[in-house]
């Protein structure tokens, strides 16, 4: 009874679905504040500000992606280990806000990088947003 129909043979539309992944296992409440599946704080998700000041010719410490054509704002893609960015706990998903007051959740990346270089002393408003950072790598758009 369990033979396989041909591909051919099904009456159309056809939607395949995934295999059904069963939920996790179901934790005690008393348990969940130690346990790392129920991590509840939220503030490291928070908007927070980052002051960095960069010599002539020095570098910024990070790289960013994204833009207005990726639709969903400027991102941290790449903190360089000990570097002032890094000390001022900048990290990887981070999302650029505002840049020295100028508005960078719909910018240009031409526009960004062009601020980001010739500013001498940087104030950042950023928050750590991992979901529309993957969703942003997934895009491929600078």
Do not use: C
């Amino acid at each position: 009874m369990d033979q396989k129909i041909p591909y051919d043979d099904y009456q159309l539309p056809v939607v395949f679905l995934p295999s059904y992944e069963n939920p996790p296992a179901w934790i005690p409440p008393q348990e969940r504040v130690q346990h790392p599946d129920y991590n509840n704080e939220l503030t490291q998700f928070l908007p927070r500000t980052v002051v960095l000041k960069k010599p002539p010719g020095a570098q910024l410490g990070f790289n960013i992606r994204g833009g207005k054509a990726s639709q969903l704002g400027i991102f941290i893609s790449k903190v360089v280990p000990d570097s002032d960015a890094h000390r001022a706990g900048l990290q990887e998903g981070d999302q650029v806000l505002s840049v020295n007051e100028v508005d960078f959740q719909d910018i240009e990346h031409s526009r960004a990088v062009e601020i980001l270089k010739t500013a001498r002393e940087i104030l950042m408003r950023v928050r750590f947003f991992p979901y529309n950072y993957q969703r942003q790598k997934e895009r491929t758009v600078h």
